[in-house]
């Protein structure tokens, strides 16, 4: 089981850059696939980006360009890099794992991860 903690929210201007984090408890490359998740007042949660066991990364098409994905594995730590935020990136961002990871790209369609942290607010002011 590995617990997630995520950080790095905040309040930031449209066309900012804002990084969030989510600290692992459990040594996660290799053994778990991870990825961020985020949902809007009145929104469905939807995926954003997933990393596999092997550090290959899967994009909802909406988040490419602006949005990457990243780990350090020394510091079991998972990394969400915003740029050029829009205020309609405003959300709660949520971080999740599992090590479950034969359809990564399905898992990020479908929020089908077994781990979750309880996330970190993003707002995003125009």
């Known amino acids: 089981q590995v617990q997630l903690v995520e950080s790095g929210g905040g309040s930031v201007q449209a066309g900012g850059s804002l990084r969030l984090s989510c600290a692992a408890s459990?040594?996660?490359?290799?053994?778990?696939?991870m990825g961020w998740f985020r949902q809007a007042p009145g929104k469905e949660r939807e995926g954003v980006a997933v990393i596999d066991r092997d550090g290959s990364t899967i994009y909802t098409t909406s988040f490419m360009g602006r949005f990457t994905i990243s780990q350090d594995n020394a510091k079991n730590t998972l990394y969400l890099q915003m740029n050029t935020v829009k205020p309609e990136d405003s959300a709660m961002y949520y971080c999740?794992?599992?090590?479950?990871?034969?359809?990564?790209?399905?898992?990020?369609?479908?929020?089908?991860?077994?781990?979750w942290g309880q996330g970190t607010q993003v707002i995003v002011s125009s």
């Open positions: 999740a794992a599992d090590h479950e990871c034969s359809r990564v790209g399905w898992k990020l369609a479908h929020d089908d991860f077994g781990y």
């Open positions: 459990a040594y996660t490359y290799g053994s778990y696939c």
